[in-house]
């Protein structure tokens, strides 16, 4: 069991909420909270043995440049740290307990670089991707989320329901193929649905689901629940007064999205 929490937030090449990500994880129970950007981790200056917690924030990497994330994925696939690739250390990071959370922008790139879903062990191996919103525009709104209990997810652990924001152009999950779907689904590696919220089930109806991702998805998984991508803004709603309605609605002081920071930062405490 872990008594001292360390956690990086990378920043830089267009993420832009490494500031408010940075903080949940302070006001989750997090020790030590880095911000640390790409390029340091690229050159050797920071490296990954030195956290428990690795979050990729939400923004424009590389100006979406070829595909949100795209550009990104492709640099850490190449990029050469003292002879080892900077993937590499990524996946040894995995491997070794550590926990990635991947925001909007950070859950396009884990799913770039085949970090998730990981479908039969697959880690590496782009299974899905993350196209244009049905709409063909760019969605910004509150979105209501419910989370699948039996979903072997860190991150959601004792988590029903959430709302959370959305703002994103390209966040409509697609599976590779029928048979990545199928396994998403049997496999619990999507922890949290887009839902309507009168109803309660996952739901594919616009602006219900902003994007039109395949059964609800709004995030997925690996196998092992150390991984977690979501296409919500969790760090945009750490307290009440973040919330549109928070003066007309009976709102509990602590943000939906700070949970899953603090089942992070206990899930590392614990040694998940």
Excluded at 185 to 206: H, K, M
Excluded at 243 to 254: D, F, G, I, M
Aim: charged share 20%.
């Amino acid at each position: 069991m872990a008594t001292y929490v360390r956690a990086i937030v990378l920043a830089g090449n267009g993420i832009n909420c490494e500031m408010e990500t940075a903080h949940a994880c302070r006001l989750a129970g997090a020790d030590q909270v880095d911000i640390v950007y790409l390029w340091d981790l690229a050159s050797g200056k920071a490296n990954l043995d030195q956290c428990d917690l690795l979050c990729m924030p939400g923004g424009f990497l590389d100006g979406d440049d070829l595909g949100s994330a795209l550009a990104s994925a492709i640099r850490i696939r190449h990029t050469e740290v003292g002879g080892e690739r900077l993937f590499d250390k990524l996946v040894g990071f995995v491997n070794r307990g550590g926990l990635v959370l991947g925001m909007c922008n950070g859950f396009q790139l884990l799913v770039k670089l085949g970090l998730l879903p990981g479908v039969d062990s697959q880690m590496g191996k782009q299974q899905a991707t993350l196209a244009w919103n049905d709409s063909g525009r760019f969605e910004d709104r509150w979105v209501s989320l419910a989370a699948d209990p039996e979903s072997p997810c860190v991150f959601t652990k004792d988590i029903e329901h959430m709302s959370l924001p959305v703002r994103h152009g390209e966040g409509k999950l697609v599976p590779r193929d029928d048979a990545v779907r199928e396994a998403l689904l049997a496999n619990r590696q999507v922890p949290l649905f887009y839902i309507d919220p009168e109803s309660g089930r996952a739901t594919t109806r616009y602006p219900l689901n902003p994007n039109g991702s395949a059964d609800g998805i709004a995030s997925l998984t690996d196998p092992t629940g150390r991984v977690f991508g979501l296409m919500p803004h969790p760090e945009a709603f750490l307290h009440r007064t973040n919330h549109p309605k928070w003066t007309r609605q009976r709102l509990s002081e602590a943000g939906d999205g700070l949970a899953i920071f603090v089942n992070a930062v206990d899930g590392v405490r614990k040694g998940v």
